[in-house]
């Protein structure tokens, strides 16, 4: 009986001694097994679109941690595959010229799992580049302490090859979180995306024919039309804005409706003409562009009234604000500027209008540096037109970068 019990303690023992080496030979296989995965993009051509070859293909991707990038073609089936990558979270880009179009289209939070493989489909529209008038620059990080964000401005450039006119038409600062602490989707409590919805907008003045754009030239409209320069010690890093077209003023116009204006943010320059003042909800107190500020054109067709506004709330807040809504199908041109690379959840305007969303810096400090998006010279147009043309795709990931010091009037020809 005792040699039994002995042969059974000594089972025991052999047990759970291949019990322990099992799991320290598991743990090592599973330290073993690298941290990568697959993504396989399938290209596909939006609705209406034929007769285009989907082989040979830019389509890259971003990673939203580190922002690194990796670029393949796809192949004679659309399809471009990404072996062996680093797990988290991707964006897909696809942005490819030719002479006559470009392909364009966006993926955002793709993400991918260790040892696994992931297919996603990116559907591409093409893009004339030849077109209207675009949003060419949109500055609102701010230059400094004493400047403030008081040296913001837009700039719109024509990017056809005709004289335009930008009489009546709005400029419109979109409302919503951009991906900071925080943050609250728009669209996660105002959900038609029929829409975008602003909290400040503004009218270029004229009769029709007192603001031209010609080919390849841009008009600024500036927050204020100030020589910031002056008596600043370091006037290299400041703007000189009385350069501007246009500036936003509004004291005289809130002063006006009983409410007070922001004589220090807002500051008339006579020489330089006034935008006009068509809504500013009243949390606000001058034409205040969001940090970042998330911009649409709007044609001059467009009517608003008291009828357009609708009420935000967010969740958990006591206090609601009044937005006055834009039907997309007057937007003419949009810029999605959110907080970081990894906002996409947080874009103010539905992909119609922009199917990316661009940014200033990959972590979202933006705040005084001097920093300005700027959308990009086309070079395949521009070779062939003999002018400069703007990148043009209906998706700021493509068309636009964040540049280290505003380039006003940067590109006219």
Known sequence: MKKTILKQVGLTKLIALFLLISVIV????????????????QV??????????LEDIDVTITQTIDNSTLTMNTDVNGLATFSDISAGTYTVV???????????????????????????TVEVNAVNQDGGLVIKEVY???????????????????????????????????????????????YSVLTDESYVYTDVMSQIPGAGTDY?????????????????????????????????????????????????GNPYFELDNPAV??????????????????????????????????????????????????????????????????????????????????????????????SYTGLSNRRKIDEVATARFGRTILLDTNNSTVDFEAIAFPDKYGYNN
């Open 26 to 41: 598991s743990c090592e296989s599973d330290e073993d097994i690298p941290n990568l995965g697959n993504l396989e993009v």
């Open 44 to 53: 596909t051509l939006a609705s209406g679109l034929n007769d285009i070859s």
């Open 94 to 120: 696809i942005a490819h010229s030719t002479d006559e179009y470009t392909l364009s289209g966006t993926a955002n939070n793709i993400v991918i799992t260790k040892q696994e493989t992931v297919a996603t």
């Open 140 to 186: 609102t990080a701010g230059s400094g302490y004493i400047t403030l964000f008081k040296d913001s401005f837009i700039e719109i450039f024509n990017n056809s090859a005709e004289t335009l006119y930008a009489d009546g038409m709005y400029i419109a600062n979109l409302f919503g979180g951009s991906g900071s602490t925080g943050s609250i989707a728009i």
């Open 212 to 260: 031209p754009v010609a080919a390849g030239k841009s008009i600024v409209i500036a927050l204020n039309a100030v020589n910031y320069k002056e008596g600043s010690t370091a006037p290299d890093a400041q703007l000189d804005n009385t350069d501007a077209t246009l500036e936003h003023y509004s004291v005289d116009w809130l002063e006006a409706q009983g409410r007070a």
């Open 273 to 366: 003409p006034n935008m006009t003042n068509t809504y500013m909800f009243e949390g606000t107190n001058f034409f205040r562009l969001s940090t970042p500020g998330s911009i649409v054109l709007v044609s001059s067709e467009a009517t608003f009234d008291a009828s357009g506004i609708v009420d935000y709330t967010a969740p958990g807040a006591t206090t609601t604000s009044k937005l006055m809504k834009i039907s997309i199908e007057n937007v003419v041109d949009g810029v999605d500027i959110l907080d970081n690379s990894g906002a996409a959840d947080y874009k103010r305007m539905p992909t119609v209008i922009d199917g990316g969303f661009t940014y200033l810096t990959a972590d979202g400090a933006i």
